[in-house]
């Protein structure tokens, strides 16, 4: 077996033309330099160190397929990616709040349509919750059609007292032991069940599977507490409500398509680099990366000098930057800088995964060190990763606990450091598994075995992930309860001063104004009509 960097370094792409979405050929040329004076292309990384790829056997079969998946057409559209930048910039506003979520490891064996769906209803579900409690339009990013690749911290571990190669992902290798060797042609795989997956969810989301006259259909069987059960179940019957009187006004899913299907984004880490080399194609002299609308670098891959970061500086793609306790204050400043020196808001995501014990001692530096640069980013939580821990039979898992915690505690510390919570990245399924333990259902370390069937970490399952959910949309209101008391208190105070504050005096109590939502306009439009002389 060669080294993994003399295989990818010598891997030659073919020329690809732009894609035709220029206006002129003006626009079309390639832009070379960034705001930096640094010369960059798609392949510049591969003069720079690189980490976690694999070591594949047979260098010509590698480069078989990367040029076979850069003939294909890309799975996203450009400007879907630069609208969901447009809306991560108004997360990191406080306008809007991110949900991102999926599997740790997506597998191929996931791509069905029963698994697709079960994620697409987790996902939407949280994502109405959290709208109810905050008042805010949610952001759904889902770790889907592309979460293939896993970083691993050793390059074999232990199966029943064997030593093999560490699963990599179904896009490296497979989950059996014997499968364990690197195989590019799972490069190509991997392309084809994104683009299935995408497939089905965009038909499933133009078919009405997103309608939100749908709450009543919650399973909440889940909720043991009578107290907590009878506060969900009056949120669903407000919701319920909220639909019907709005169909009593001629609003429905008919006349109101925003009501029927709703957005959802796709992401993964961009960890093979190769494979996201070829899925970057040039548009109008920007380069995107068209295989998710959005990608994160690892916390194992995002040192400065190395091909990670030389490669994701020159797409325009949002980015998210995991940050854990091996991170300084001081590299990710230069890490953000790198990125985005143009400091665009939406362009950088800062997903914290501290660990819930830790959050209150490390988090206060970065968000000085990013407050100080006047750095515009959108914060987010990962209670996952800095969670995880061995059982007494050796499986790993998280406790539900310590995920709520995280959450909570992330959010107070960027509170009383003047900013806000922006968002939450969760690993979590639609299905009853049991891989995290406590929750609604009290699972306990002997459960894991019951329904433990994930590829690498553990997950949240539908009745954790809806508990978090309901648990964070009483955080999110019990804020802007607070937030509206004390816009009140201001101007009450600015009004006897004779200051005449508006309520977008704070850029941390008050957001900027927002253009009327489709639901909006159409409300408004609809009473226009009602008052013009028949």
Avoid at 13 to 35: D, F, G, I, Q, Y
Wanted: proline share 6%; net charge neutral; glycine share 6%.
């Amino acid at each position: 077996t060669q080294s993994t960097w003399g295989a990818l370094s010598r891997l030659s792409l073919p020329v690809r033309p732009s894609l035709n979405l220029c206006r002129n050929l003006s626009e079309c040329k390639m832009s070379t330099a960034l705001p930096n004076n640094e010369s960059w292309s798609p392949s510049s990384w591969r003069s720079k160190p690189i980490q976690q790829q694999p070591e594949y056997a047979d260098e010509s079969a590698v480069n078989a397929a990367i040029a076979e998946v850069s003939r294909l057409p890309p799975l996203v559209h450009p400007g879907e990616v630069d609208s969901l930048k447009r809306l991560l910039a108004e997360a990191a506003q406080g306008k809007r709040f991110l949900l991102q979520g999926g599997d740790c490891a997506e597998r191929f064996a996931d791509c069905n349509q029963s698994a697709i769906e079960s994620k697409l209803k987790i996902m939407l579900q949280m994502s109405l919750t959290l709208m109810w409690g905050g008042r805010v339009p949610t952001v759904r990013i889902a770790r889907m059609a592309g979460q293939y690749a896993k970083p691993r911290s050793k390059p074999t571990e232990m199966v029943d007292g064997v030593e093999v190669a560490s699963f990599k992902g179904d896009n490296v290798n497979g989950f059996e032991p014997n499968n364990r060797t690197p195989d590019p042609q799972r490069l190509v795989r991997a392309y084809f069940h994104a683009a299935a997956t995408l497939n089905y969810v965009r038909a499933a989301l133009d078919g009405g599977f997103a309608d939100l006259h749908r709450p009543h259909e919650w399973d909440l069987d889940f909720i043991h507490d009578a107290a907590k059960r009878q506060d969900y179940e009056k949120m669903t019957e407000h919701l319920q409500d909220a639909m019907e009187f709005m169909a009593a006004c001629g609003i429905n899913s008919s006349t109101t398509p925003s009501l029927k299907s709703v957005d959802l984004y796709s992401s993964h880490e961009g960890l093979l680099l190769p494979y996201e080399e070829a899925l970057t194609r040039e548009v109008r002299s920007k380069h995107y990366n068209l295989g998710a609308h959005f990608l994160w670098i690892g916390d194992r891959t995002r040192q400065l000098d190395g091909a990670h970061i030389e490669y994701f500086r020159g797409i325009t793609n949002p980015i998210g930057v995991k940050v854990g306790p091996s991170s300084n204050p001081a590299n990710v400043v230069a890490l953000i800088q790198r990125l985005n020196p143009s400091n665009e808001l939406g362009k950088i995501t800062i997903i914290t995964r501290l660990g819930a014990d830790k959050v209150g001692e490390l988090l206060p530096p970065f968000v000085e060190a990013i407050k100080t640069n006047n750095l515009g980013v959108l914060w987010c939580s990962d209670p996952m990763h800095g969670n995880t821990y061995t059982s007494e039979d050796g499986i790993k898992t998280r406790h539900f606990d310590q995920i709520v915690k995280e959450v909570l505690s992330t959010a107070s510390v960027l509170r009383h450091h003047g900013c806000h919570l922006g968002g939450v990245h969760f690993e979590m399924t639609g299905e009853n598994v049991t891989e995290c333990v406590g929750g609604p259902q009290n699972l306990s370390e002997k459960d894991l075995s019951l329904q433990y069937t994930t590829y690498c970490d553990p997950r949240l399952n539908y009745h954790q992930s809806m508990e978090v959910a309901f648990l964070l949309a009483g955080e999110l209101k019990k804020q802007r309860k607070e937030k509206e008391a004390d816009i009140r208190k201001r101007k009450k105070s600015a009004d006897l001063n004779g200051d005449g504050l508006s309520e977008c005096a704070s850029p941390f109590i008050s957001m900027p104004t927002t253009p009327p939502t489709p639901l909006e306009s159409d409300i408004k439009r609809r009473k226009l009509q009602a008052n013009q002389p028949q």
